[in-house]
T-cell receptor
Framework: DSGVTQTPKHLITATGQRVTLRCSPR?????VYWYQQSLDQGLQFLIQ???????AKGNILERFSAQQFPDLHSELNLSSLELGDSALYFC??????????????FGPGTRLLVL | AQTVTQSQPEMSVQEAETVTLSCTYD???????LFWYKQPPSRQMILVIR??????QNATENRFSVNFQKAAKSFSLKISDSQLGDTAMYFC????????????FGTGTRLKVLA
């Protein structure tokens, strides 16, 4: 158990809908990362938040957005869903601000299926 | 931009034998970190081992060790005394020191340990 929690574990929805994925980082971790893993693919970085502020953006679609709340949990919002958005979405957390080389600890993922 | 390449999509090894997974990367950075993550059928991302680029000594974690060749930009993972539980996807990841601390992942190597 990495200490990172993600809810829900599974999500099935229809095209055009909107969903929210939730992540709680490990205790003490200030930084949250979101990654997308499509079927049999590597992980693609979407976005990072550090202590409530957006820190970096990767290949995140405009239909997707995220935020990090004062209690440091984060939500990833996916809207106008398309079939191609079906994937495993991971949240990871790290301390950041230490000596560098911050190891990221991954949650169990949310498996999204868009029908 | 940094890239990570895993040239072996699939590998297999007999139980109790040794296997080496390859990873090469491309970067102009001098300070960075390299990681190997394991993703078993449960899809959880589990840290296997980490290497700081400034350290010449290769990292070791029990049966897992790396061969880090900085000049060649190579970072291979050696698994000794392979066990059935080592069956998983293995991802190599690169992280630049400083900046966003985001990971760049390779496409993975699917390892199957045979009884």
């Amino acid at each position: 158990d990495s200490g990172v929690t993600q809810t829900p574990k599974h999500l099935i929805t229809a095209t055009g809908q909107r969903v929210t994925l939730r992540c709680s980082p490990r205790s003490g971790d200030l930084s949250v990362y979101w990654y997308q893993q499509s079927l049999d693919q590597g992980l693609q970085f979407l976005i990072q938040y550090y202590n409530g502020e957006e820190r970096a953006k990767g290949n995140i679609l405009e239909r997707f957005s995220a935020q990090q709340f004062p209690d440091l949990h984060s939500e990833l919002n996916l809207s106008s869903l398309e079939l191609g958005d079906s994937a495993l979405y991971f949240c990871a957390s790290s301390v950041v601000g230490g000596q560098g080389g911050e190891t990221q600890y991954f949650g169990p993922g949310t498996r999204l299926l868009v029908l | 931009a940094q890239t990570v390449t895993q040239s072996q999509p699939e590998m297999s090894v007999q139980e109790a034998e040794t296997v080496t997974l390859s990873c090469t990367y491309d970067t102009s950075e001098n300070n960075y970190y390299l990681f190997w993550y394991k993703q078993p059928p449960s899809r959880q991302m589990i840290l296997v081992i980490r290497q700081e680029a400034y350290k010449q000594q290769n990292a070791t974690e029990n049966r897992f060790s790396v061969n880090f060749q900085k000049a060649a930009k190579s970072f291979s993972l050696k698994i000794s005394d392979s066990q059935l539980g080592d069956t998983a996807m293995y991802f190599c990841a690169f992280m630049k020191h400083g900046g966003t601390y985001k990971y760049i992942f390779g496409t993975g190597t699917r390892l199957k340990v045979l009884a």
